[in-house]
């Protein structure tokens, strides 16, 4: 891999789509076994010349600046200050909601334009996926100039919160009677909180590129709390969600997300160590027993008990070894460029673990039991823990990131099939600010061919995680000449019709195919869209719908994840089996018998 040339898989451009499609996926899936996506390294470049130009330098110079809690440059004058810790979760907020942290780029799925988020938020026209449909005046899936006034209100009430100076408090000069930064103004906070909420109400994809299933609970801490309780409540707060992520990862979905992950890691030079993650390459590229290793002792372990570690420990040493611990974790995420690429974040929650429980340790009276009420603890975490234990047991009811899921491999997902030259109607819906992802790469000036493999790498890279084997095994029974069809990875594809997405199936659910049908008018068996949903804690199945576009549900049914596990990516023994739950009656029978 070069600086500005990439690792493209080496097939025929000229013959490589006229193979049966399980050739296909076998031979993109082994390639991203060794390169990953073979992005060039300007590209990671750019990323973190983002992250480290606008977010954290921008972040802490605008912090400081407006706090007195300078010079950026001298970390020893700021890192434990209150209020900058309070205005870099402002910033990473307002980032996150413009469009330009997560979920941003090429890595994304977003070529050109790089942005999402903004360019579809402010637009009226654009399509809007309100989250609950009994909620009054949510109605209908079109962004109005209502909608579009919130958003612009939220920016600007999160920019002003921002951007004002501190206030000193009471219980902020009984803790620290030395401080004259402040915290920010709980007034200020009341505009963001309640625009956070309406503007997801209207729309999930803003709540949800906004992360506000984490920021949300830290911005109504720092207006209601006094000081002390605000810090313990925002350690719970951060506890909640490593651990969150932690439970998300036992079973058996998360050893299929590391080794591919692996390969796509810059960071990581030796392809030797990237193999060493199959268990036989390149004939069986099932993980091995390393990559279950890193998955449920790197991955698992160290979120559900270092943090456990971090909020009862009152040793000083034991604190320190588990905040490096948890720092390194976050650096480990940030180095290997994950899929929709929540940098920031992880550099965020990494400055947390220091600032929260080194700046502010248990045994200095900021302990879980130093809170001014025991109730309140109990009341804080009852409601920080509802959506997880909601979303791990009902995942169909609570999406993917307030499941507090993140990367766990057990993900709603779903793949995207068009019959021969039907994705083009896709770019005939009005007010869509970017184009079908493989037209943006032909408007860059790419081969027909080449942008065509490149979008296909995608598909490969879902069929290596469990849920891929499940959802061409339904394509490959409900199409018969799947292999002249266009098969798209829905993460990826629908960037470009709602601005967002984070690995969260619920984004690009039966809610956002009917929308573009109302707008596209697919023909019957001309989109077929293969869905399904996380796995519950508490079941060996996954529920899944095949869905057509024109004609709506058409089956349910589910399979057992192991079947879905022990199978090969391009499912060279044929599709997993399925339990048929329910089916239309008047199923159409699509492709070369339709």
Excluded at 193 to 202: A, E, Q, S, T
Excluded at 233 to 244: E, M, N, Q, S, T
């Amino acid at each position: 891999m070069g600086f500005k040339t990439g690792d493209f898989p080496p097939v025929d451009t000229e013959t490589f789509l006229d193979l049966p499609l399980r050739e296909r996926i076998r031979l993109l899936a082994l390639h991203w076994a060794e390169y990953g996506f073979g992005t060039p390294k300007m590209i990671h470049t750019i990323y973190l010349v983002k992250v480290l130009v606008l977010y954290m330098i921008g972040g802490v110079a605008v912090a400081t600046a407006t706090s007195g809690a300078g010079p950026f440059w001298d970390v020893t004058q700021w890192w434990n200050q209150p209020i900058v810790y309070q205005k870099l979760v402002l910033w990473t907020v307002l980032l996150e909601a413009i469009g330009v942290a997560g979920s941003w780029g090429p890595l994304a799925g977003k070529f050109k334009p790089m942005t999402g988020g903004a360019r579809y938020f402010a637009q009226p026209g654009t399509i809007r996926l309100r989250p609950w449909r009994r909620v009054p005046m949510t109605d209908g899936d079109t962004r109005t100039l209502l909608d579009v006034i919130l958003y612009v209100g939220f920016l600007a009430s999160l920019a002003l919160a921002l951007l004002a100076p501190g206030r000193t408090t009471a219980s902020l000069l009984e803790a620290l009677p030395d401080n004259t930064s402040g915290l920010v103004r709980p007034a200020l906070l009341i505009a963001p909180i309640v625009l956070y909420v309406l503007c997801g109400l209207r729309d999930k994809t803003i709540f949800l590129a906004a992360r506000g299933e984490q920021y949300l609970p830290a911005l109504v801490f720092f207006a209601v709390l006094p000081f002390t309780d605000m810090i313990i409540a925002a350690k719970l707060l951060i506890v909640i969600v490593w651990i969150g992520a932690g439970v998300s990862k036992f079973g058996k979905h998360f050893t299929n997300v590391v080794p591919p992950m692996v390969s796509n890691s810059p960071t990581m030079p030796f392809t030797s160590i990237k193999r060493a993650h199959y268990r036989d390459f390149p004939r069986d590229i099932r993980p091995s027993g390393l990559a279950s290793f890193m998955a449920h002792v790197g991955g698992t372990t160290v979120e559900v008990i270092t943090p456990i570690v971090l909020l009862f420990s009152t040793d000083r040493w034991l604190t320190l070894a588990a905040v490096a611990v948890m720092v390194i974790f976050h650096l480990f995420i940030t180095s290997t460029f994950p899929l929709a690429v929540p940098l920031e974040w992880n550099i965020l929650f990494a400055y947390l673990t220091v600032f929260l429980f080194l700046g502010f340790p248990n045994s200095g009276g900021y302990g879980v039991f130093a809170m001014s009420s025991p109730w309140l603890t109990v009341a804080i975490v009852a409601a920080l823990a509802f959506f997880p234990v909601l979303g791990n047991l009902r995942p169909d009811l609570v999406s993917f990131l307030p499941s507090m899921r993140q990367y766990a491999g057990n993900w709603a997902s779903a793949l995207w099939a068009f019959a021969p030259g039907a994705e083009a109607k896709l770019n005939t819906i009005a007010h869509r600010p970017a184009l079908n992802q493989v037209d943006q790469l032909l408007a860059m000036g790419y081969d027909p061919a080449v942008a065509e493999i490149t979008m296909q790498q995608t598909i490969a890279w879902r069929s290596m995680h469990s849920q891929g084997r499940g959802l061409f095994s339904l394509l490959y029974k409900h199409i018969p000449d799947l292999d002249n069809w266009t098969v798209r990875e829905a993460e990826f594809a629908c960037n470009s019709l709602i601005g967002f997405n984070f690995g969260d199936g619920h984004l690009h659910n039966r809610d956002l195919i009917d929308a573009v049908q109302a707008r596209a008018g697919f023909a019957p068996g001309e989109w077929i869209v293969v869905w399904v949903e996380s796995q519950p804690i508490h079941k060996g199945t996954q529920a899944y719908v095949v869905i057509d576009a024109a004609l709506g549900v058409i089956e349910r049914g589910t399979w057992e994840v192991a079947d879905a596990v022990e199978a090969l990516p391009w499912l060279p023994d044929g599709p997993i089996p399925h339990t048929v739950t329910w089916r239309h009656d008047d199923e159409p029978v699509v492709g070369a018998s339709r």
